[in-house]
């Protein structure tokens, strides 16, 4: 969990009864969290310019500095060796986590540069920005493969589907687009939300599903297949800011504007409000 006074704090799974760790030492806001997927460690990010590398114990391994403005989202190479972040002076960059070295620094958004994502086999990441645009990179060379233009307002998050050539992204028109990397254009435009959408992950297994998160207090559930609409999350009082998605698919989590966290489970007897519910008070 991130918040606005740049504390990241996290919780025991999946009681979620008992705080493992309060990490602090960024001087402004956290703007994003995420733990790597091979080590024992995670990485935040903060309008302080920088991002951290964390062990889960709170002791500060490494801190990544360079951009010029604050920086919106990271991620994890699929390889747990390198760190991408995104950032409002216009580039996106790629670290190498155990020394801290900058290896990429990406230009070609023509404004800040929000979301992040890398293909699950570490070949490709993309990228969105304030300009409107979702970008596709091949790291091997460093350059833009894929501009993919249709969203008319910025676009605030971007993920791939685990079969490797859906790209699905979200942004402030309120819509969730899917793009094909192999015909290289829009496949699919979702009217997803009523705000504008602020976090898109596909089912990370077999992408199954795709889930958005919207101001509009919602997280949505779409089908992977037609991208029809499965189930609505209903329940949290203000701005569903993020979501993520357990490894094994069981639990969504989402993060909100009413300082609670909320953890969704399938269960048996799953209401309208999507499955059940457990709430952690910030």
């Given at each position: 969990m991130n918040s606005l006074s740049g504390v990241t704090k996290m919780w025991e799974m999946p009681q979620v009864t008992n705080k493992i760790a309060v990490?602090?030492?960024?001087?402004?806001?956290?703007?994003?969290?995420?733990?790597?997927?091979?080590d024992d460690c995670l990485a935040t990010a903060s309008a302080d310019r920088t991002a951290k590398l964390w062990k889960t114990d709170g002791t500060l391994l490494q801190t990544f500095e360079g951009h010029l403005d604050r920086?919106?989202?990271?991620?994890f190479h699929p390889s747990g060796k390198y760190l991408g972040t995104t950032s409002y002076d216009k580039t996106w960059r790629l670290w190498d986590v155990n020394t801290g070295a900058e290896l990429l620094l990406q230009e070609g958004h023509s404004r800040g540069v929000y979301g992040i994502a890398f293909q699950q086999d570490g070949a490709l990441a993309a990228s969105s920005g304030h300009d409107s645009l979702a970008r596709v990179w091949d790291l091997r060379t460093g350059r833009s493969i894929l501009v993919f233009q249709g969203h008319i307002k910025p676009v605030l998050s971007v993920n791939f589907s685990p079969n490797g050539y859906h790209l699905a992204s979200g942004?402030?028109?309120?819509?969730?687009?899917?793009?094909?990397?192999?015909?290289?254009?829009?496949?699919?435009?979702?009217p997803a939300h009523a705000n504008l959408v602020s976090q898109v992950k596909y089912e990370p297994q077999e992408g199954y599903f795709l889930a958005t998160a919207s101001y509009d207090m919602k997280v949505n559930i779409w089908s992977g297949r037609d991208f029809s609409l499965v189930k609505s999350l209903a329940g949290h009082e203000s701005k569903v800011a993020s979501l993520d998605i357990t490894a094994d698919s069981s639990c969504i989590a989402t993060v909100s504007h009413d300082r609670t966290i909320k953890l969704w489970t399938s269960s048996s007897n799953e209401d309208d409000q999507g499955g059940e519910t457990m709430d952690i008070d910030l």
């Open positions: 990490l602090k030492d960024h001087k402004e806001r956290a703007t994003d969290v995420v733990f790597s997927p091979v920086l919106a989202r990271i991620a942004g402030e028109d309120n819509q969730c687009r899917i793009w094909d990397l192999r015909m290289r254009k829009s496949l699919y435009i979702i």
